[in-house]
């Protein structure tokens, strides 16, 4: 049975969300425009993954990669790539009908986008070992959690509160 796939006005609340998650995150962490643009990053969703990539058990996940930068400094610059899993998307706003797809999303790439931050900003190693990736998966969902906190999206609430057991409450992260 093939996997659901975003059809064209499921990719126009992808480009919405990921537009509203690159202006939270830069202001959770007081970016500059120019501070901003340091974050290499696309966007890949289910049409345009390997045959092998699709997961189950996950909305989404970051696959890492060189680039050639600047060509006067010659050297590889890290991106990222945000991996959408469609199907995994859909069918959690399918299965509970207070779940919308926009804040769903935003929740999504607010999520990786942190990551990415934390990631470029040397916080964290994107090859940790398990167990400090469970650990930073718990701290970006409570940073997710802070960054979207004041967003008056409706039913973005019930989305937060859908992560809060993933939450890293326990860790002391100051407000």
Known sequence: ??????TE???????????????ITANFFK???????????????????????????????LKKGSAAGDEVKRKLKDYYLICLQDHMILRAAQRDG??????????VFTHELIHIVRFCSFMQRFDAHPAEREREERLVHELTYRALGDVPLPSLGYVLDSYSGHRAVELGIPD
Not at 1 to 6: H, I, K, T, V
Not at 9 to 23: G, H, M, P, W
Not at 38 to 48: M, P, Q
């Open 1 to 6: 049975m093939p996997l659901l796939s975003f």
């Open 98 to 107: 207070k779940i919308a797809l926009l804040p769903l999303l935003l929740y």
């Open 31 to 61: 970016f500059s425009t120019a501070q901003w643009k340091r974050h290499s990053y696309e966007v890949k969703t289910l049409g345009h993954l390997d045959p092998e990539e699709p997961a189950k058990e996950v909305l989404a996940f």
């Open 9 to 23: 006005k499921d990719f126009l609340t992808v480009s919405d969300a990921l537009e509203i998650a690159e202006d």
